[in-house]
């Protein structure tokens, strides 16, 4: 049997050198787990929410009326065994007992978890109800149990920390959150109710959903971690903000006060030109990945195939088919790396050399990046052995050769290119300028003794995904000036629609599609600089200065490639169509393209200013809400270690911008400042109001981005809807198959109701609403 303690324990396995730990036998634990039978499992969810699956993944078992815990190391060595009344009655002593000798260990060990985000509670109960949501999470046993030599355990990860809701449990996220700071990639404390010091946890929140709202709580969750801002490895941990509603399992709790970015409209339809849009339009209905996504990482994928020979040269520039994309979208729901999995499926029928050979995934260095696409080298070096000695020159040296990559394209796929932003913080990498001069010429080299390596004539391109608020924080004020961001297209992507068991799409519909494909790669491959014909060059001239006029602030400069970007885009859409020239269908879808990655760009970056303190500032201003903070205020906010001046400057910077304005009030003394965020009517000129999109956006009504080239060309307005058009009513059956084709459009997105007459809904008052 396994031994029990002879007396109630504190809360937590402890350490102790009186007692040595004596594990269970492995006959022992496993009797120990055949306890909990699934009558104790369906009783460990109506009292815990507990799912079975999560139970049996961390093996639990059961001895009388508690749990047991069996607490293994990034070894799998069992090295405590920890013991928890379930009951939500009260009692006396602890909860949670500890056997004898037991060690302090994280439950379960982070090491055994997957890639993605780690959440990290308090307490192995609370592990459960992480695991029964679906997410990677560990437990620290016990506020005061938390070691610092653990944070190395989550190096480069993505961490979140939910305390419980009283004193130590803040304190010990305090304590994890600094720690972390050193060695994670990203940490963020996510305090379910800062209003509450009762002990509330996620356990509560867990009973609380019930079975049908685990989704929606697991989604509350992620929304609540991607509102909080990023740890601060110098400031770790900001106060509690001020008290708040307990979060709702039906409604985000971030702000909507200010300027909240909107998600882009959807694509225009003219995107969806020639080749390209067949493929989405039929892959679509059989996957959940974003179209936007899809078309994409098709052009994306062809441009690559097609290699450097095709392009479009402009004076002493030539611009390849090499694409950049960030797919911006939720950790969970974005559903970013779907579209490269279809598309794939694709290219194996159309390239099955290129998709075999000349796919990467991993962007670490520059140093790695070139080495894939490395011209031949010859170097010379000092002769060790025998033989080489005999075969060295006079000089005592032999010839090392390096044939290189004949083959110098490349598609890298990333899955967290915030990893790749977290890297090239690091002093002497090479990786940013390398990225850019790959796309600029095809050219780049290492300038190191230990890695001579350069590339020439290099054909890379470059898929990438990323969430939101992982983009915003992760390039640095240097990247987004410099260059590097506006060299990619950010496409924001969400889940389409749910297929739990997958799509139809049969083998014989891939293969045809992926044939068509490939006899575009060959026409494209023959190719060299292509012209525009008579029409696409007359809408050029009219949309160039548009497209080279760019908003104000950090939008403006990650967009800045604007041009080039349409002109790449242009010469795919051209490729797949086996034309020799662009027309103006594929100016127009190429434009289409790029206002939608225009768009995006404002969703990711529209509330972006650059400046680190006086984003921080204005996240601030937007949580505080109509009634604004103090100078006093802020300077809690941010700390006493930034200088007034520091401060000024940033309000100074938002005053400018028309983001924030500032009301003092008399008081007898210097006047008190009151700072407020700045409702729409006062902001600054943005992607809505720039020359080029009230001269040539918002052309349709399902895309309020749609670039309307004819207008360009100044042709003539289609004719007028008369007013028996205007006035014409819809039978129930035209409102019936209006309603079964919007379900089809907007799957899972909208509500719709029933039909209902109204006097205002036509001259008869039958007509439905």
């Not at 049997?1 to 007396?7: H, I, K, L, Q, S």
């Not at 799998?76 to 009260?90: G, K, N, Q």
């Not at 390209?276 to 052009?299: F, N």
Request: hydrophobic share 40%; net charge negative.
């Amino acid at each position: 049997p396994v031994p029990r303690p002879a007396t109630e324990a504190a809360r937590g396995p402890q350490d102790t050198t009186e007692s040595t730990f004596k594990p269970p036998s492995a006959k022992a634990l496993d009797r120990l787990q055949a306890a909990l039978t699934d009558k104790a499992l369906r009783r460990l969810a109506e009292l815990r929410g507990w799912s079975p699956e999560a139970c049996r993944k961390l093996g639990l078992g059961l001895e009388g009326d508690r749990i047991v815990f069996p607490v293994r190391d990034a070894a799998a060595v069992l090295v405590a065994v920890s013991r928890f009344v379930p009951s939500p009655e009260p009692r006396t002593g602890p909860k949670m007992q500890a056997d004898p000798g037991s060690r302090r260990e994280l439950f379960p060990a982070p090491e055994t978890l997957g890639d993605g985000d780690v959440w990290i509670v308090e307490g192995e109960p609370d592990a459960v109800a992480a695991a029964t949501l679906g997410l990677r999470a560990v437990g620290v046993p016990g506020a005061n149990c938390w070691r610092s030599e653990w944070a190395k355990r989550f190096a480069g990860r993505y961490v979140r920390i939910i305390p419980d809701c009283d004193p130590p449990g803040r304190a010990l996220a305090g304590r994890v959150a600094a720690d972390l700071a050193q060695h994670a990639a990203d940490v963020r404390v996510v305090d379910l109710d800062p209003g509450r010091d009762d002990g509330h946890d996620l356990g509560d929140l867990l009973v609380k959903a019930g079975e049908a709202g685990r989704g929606e709580l697991r989604r509350l969750l992620e929304r609540m971690a991607d509102a909080v801002e990023p740890v601060d490895a110098v400031d770790p941990v900001r106060p509690a903000a001020k008290a708040g509603p307990e979060p709702s399992l039906h409604q985000t709790p971030l702000s909507s006060t200010g300027r909240e970015p909107q998600w882009p409209a959807p694509l225009d339809p003219a995107a969806l030109h020639g080749l390209a849009g067949e493929i989405v339009e039929t892959i679509g209905p059989h996957t959940e990945a974003d179209p936007a996504a899809l078309l994409v990482t098709l052009l994306g994928a062809f441009g690559s195939a097609a290699g450097r020979g095709p392009g479009w040269r402009v004076g002493g520039d030539f611009h390849a088919t090499n694409l950049y994309a960030a797919f911006v979208g939720d950790t969970s729901s974005g559903r970013k790396g779907t579209s490269w999995g279809e598309i794939r499926r694709l290219m194996e029928h159309a390239d099955p050399e290129w998709t075999q050979t000349r796919v990467a995934t991993g962007l670490s260095s520059g140093e790695g990046l070139v080495h894939h696409v490395r011209d031949d080298l010859v170097t010379r070096r000092r002769a060790r052995t025998k033989k080489e000695k005999q075969d060295a020159d006079h000089d005592g040296l032999i010839e090392e050769v390096d044939p290189g990559v004949s083959d110098k394209r490349l598609l890298v796929v990333e899955g967290e290119l915030a990893l790749c932003f977290k890297v090239m913080r690091r002093e002497g990498n090479t990786l940013s300028p390398v990225i850019r001069g790959l796309w600029d010429q095809g050219t780049a080299g290492n300038l190191t003794k230990n890695a001579p390596e350069r590339t020439t004539g290099a054909h890379v391109s470059i898929i990438g995904h990323v969430t939101p608020r992982e983009l915003r924080d992760g390039l640095t004020e240097a990247e987004r000036a410099n260059g590097f961001a506006n060299r990619f297209l950010f496409v924001c992507v969400r889940r389409a629609r749910s297929l739990p068991f997958g799509g139809e799409l049969s083998e014989g519909e891939i293969a045809e599609m992926g044939r068509r494909l490939g006899d575009a790669l060959a026409f494209a491959r023959d190719q060299q600089a292509l012209d525009m014909d008579a029409e696409a060059r007359q809408a050029w001239e009219a949309i160039y200065e548009p497209l080279t006029e760019r908003p104000d602030g950090m939008l403006g400069a990650i967009t800045g490639r604007a041009v080039p970007l349409v002109r790449r885009l242009a010469v795919i859409y051209a490729l797949l169509d086996h034309q020799t020239i662009v027309g103006l269908c594929h100016l127009r879808a190429a434009l289409s393209v790029w206002d939608y990655c225009e768009r995006s760009a404002a969703y990711a970056f529209g509330g972006v200013i650059g400046d680190r303190l006086a984003d921080r500032l204005l996240a601030e201003l937007r949580k505080a809400g109509p009634s604004g903070l103090t100078r006093s205020e802020i300077r809690a906010i941010v700390g006493h270690r930034l200088g007034v001046e520091e401060v000024g400057r940033a309000l100074e910077e938002l005053e400018a911008r028309g983001l924030a304005r500032c009301e003092r009030h008399p008081t007898g003394g210097r006047p008190q400042e009151r700072w407020h965020i700045v409702e729409r009517g006062g902001k600054p000129r943005s992607v809505e109001e720039s020359p080029r999109s009230s001269t040539f956006l918002h052309q349709t009504p399902l895309s309020s981005t749609a670039l309307d080239v004819q207008q360009a060309l100044a042709e003539p307005p289609a004719d007028p809807p008369s007013d028996a058009e205007r006035e014409a009513e819809w039978s129930p059956e035209d409102a019936a198959a209006f309603v079964e084709r919007a379900k089809q459009v907007f799957p899972g997105s909208y509500e719709v109701e029933a039909p209902r007459s109204s006097p205002a809904a036509g001259r008869n008052g039958r007509g439905p609403t």
